[in-house]
């Protein structure tokens, strides 16, 4: 088999493809470089060799796609990444907010025996810390949940925080100062007219029942389930 693609730049293009595909979006060369922050004619060159190696289908001026073995190689890399993070927050004590540049490192070990060793080590967990599903040793990526932006919700109605779509790690530290974490049950007191922030309350962890204001920009990156 071939695995002169096994390198970590390429393969970062790989996981970035198949995130935009996983939303529906257009892979184009202007959407990879604003996702990896790099020039549209770095982007082109990479292209052209993914599509040697017969990982994407590349036509100038129309985008790309992944191939069957660049969404396999793409999903193994996710899940390896997903594992390790949950691996770093549930059993070695990192905050949310400190495992992603770790997990980057990590996700390139290739020993598939250790990674579906960790993941039945945990019992499979279904998502990682983010709210991100986590592809089981099959390759299968599935989420059933129905979640919505929390941004979209009304007064009075009970979410519960199942996923973001920030992922860096100065957001995920801002949304721990404001007492935002997975399984989070909140409650929507309010919703200013004026610039779209919420109120909300939910009892944090010492058990006292809290308000908090959450701006618009912060909502608008929270996923939850309406409970």
Known sequence: MNTSYKSKSRQDYLK?????????????????????????????????????????????YKGAKLTQLGRNEAISLIRKH???????VDYLGFGWDEVHEVAEQLEHVESKDLIDKLDAYMGNPPFDPHGDPIPD??????????????????????????????????????LGEFGIKMGLVFTVKKVFEYDGNFLVEFVGDDGVQREYSWSRKLVEQLLAEIN
């Open 82 to 88: 997903r594992l390790w993070e949950t691996f770093m």
């Open 137 to 174: 040793k099959d390759g299968n990526l599935t989420d059933s949940r129905r979640l919505i932006q929390v941004h979209t919700l009304q007064k009075g109605e009970v979410g519960c925080i199942q996923g973001v779509l920030g992922s860096n790690d100065t957001f995920l530290k801002h």
């Open 16 to 60: 970035a493809i198949l995130s935009l595909e996983l939303k529906g979006n257009k892979i184009t060369t202007t959407s990879i470089s604003e996702k990896l922050c790099t020039k549209p004619a770095s982007v082109t060159g990479m292209f052209k060799v993914l599509s040697d190696l017969e990982l994407i289908k590349y036509q100038p």
